[in-house]
């Protein structure tokens, strides 16, 4: 069965990037027809899903977000990394990571395989 893990700074400085790595078990991500999803859940609101890279290596971002945001992955460790920049304390949030059968911009946890999270705080 899948795991998947994420990793990464808990607090970053507003106006810098941050940086979150997810590293995958019992998977591939070049696996065809599956994609590898970020997605964040600030305090107190609702899910947002960030973007996807997809098996093939193509990218797919949230509109609202993808001028400050890239996802790349590195196929010889199994895992893919979230890079968002130029942060405010509104990116303030637990980020998941998570797999996903086919391209979805999907927030149901019920769906797909997902990472327990990791909370990230942005502050001074």
């Known amino acids: 069965q899948v795991q998947l893990q994420e990793s990464g700074p808990g607090l970053v400085k507003p106006s810098q990037t941050l940086s979150l790595t997810c590293a995958v078990s019992?998977?591939?991500?070049?696996?065809?027809?599956?994609?590898w999803s970020w997605i964040r859940q600030p305090p107190g609101k609702g899910r947002e899903w960030i973007g996807y890279i997809a098996y093939s290596g193509n990218t797919y971002y949230n509109p609202s977000l993808k001028s400050r945001t890239s996802i790349s992955r590195d196929t010889s460790k199994n895992q893919f990394t979230l890079q968002l920049n130029s942060v405010t304390p509104e990116d303030t949030a637990v980020y998941y990571c998570?797999?996903?059968?086919?391209?979805?911009?999907?927030?149901?946890?019920?769906?797909?395989?997902w990472g327990q999270g990791i909370q990230v705080t942005v502050s001074s």
């Open positions: 998570a797999r996903v059968f086919g391209p979805s911009a999907t927030t149901d946890r019920t769906r797909g395989s």
């Open positions: 019992g998977g591939s991500i070049t696996t065809n027809g599956y994609y």
